[in-house]
């Protein structure tokens, strides 16, 4: 089993930066490609971004492009998500997920593994 926990969600207002981190344990943190994810009140879950097993590969998804980095510390067992620019429609849970490495990053399937989520409010 993967244990994903995801920190950093706040309130914060339109326009700021928020770094959002999901700490891995259970399994090699390196046989997994890590995504982001999100869902607002009402509306289905949203892709965010993913990353590699090795961090060499990324893919966001258009909701947040260019507003968003997320990145990997293998060592660590870390991934993060930097949001920049923050608008109140980002308001959502956000959920870190773990899919196998063996699998592609630019797909939004095969994700096997899920945090609880953490909330990030963006007032305007």
């Known amino acids: 089993q993967v244990q994903l926990e995801e920190s950093g969600g706040g309130l914060v207002q339109a326009g700021d930066s928020l770094r959002l981190s999901c700490a891995v344990s259970?399994?090699?943190?390196?046989?997994?490609?890590m995504g982001w994810f999100r869902q607002a009140p009402g509306k289905e879950r949203e892709f965010v971004g993913a990353?590699?097993?090795?961090?060499?590969?990324?893919f966001y998804g258009d909701s947040m492009k260019g507003r968003v980095t997320i990145s990997r510390d293998n060592i660590k067992n870390m991934v993060s998500l930097q949001m920049n620019n923050l608008k109140p429609e980002d308001t959502a849970v956000y959920y870190c997920?773990?899919?196998?490495?063996?699998?592609?990053?630019?797909?939004?399937?095969?994700?096997?593994?899920w945090g609880q989520g953490t909330q990030v409010t963006v007032s305007s």
């Open positions: 997920a773990a899919k196998p490495w063996s699998t592609t990053v630019l797909t939004v399937s095969d994700y096997a593994y």
């Open positions: 990353i590699s097993w090795s961090g060499g590969s990324t």
């Open positions: 259970g399994r090699t943190f390196r046989d997994y490609n």
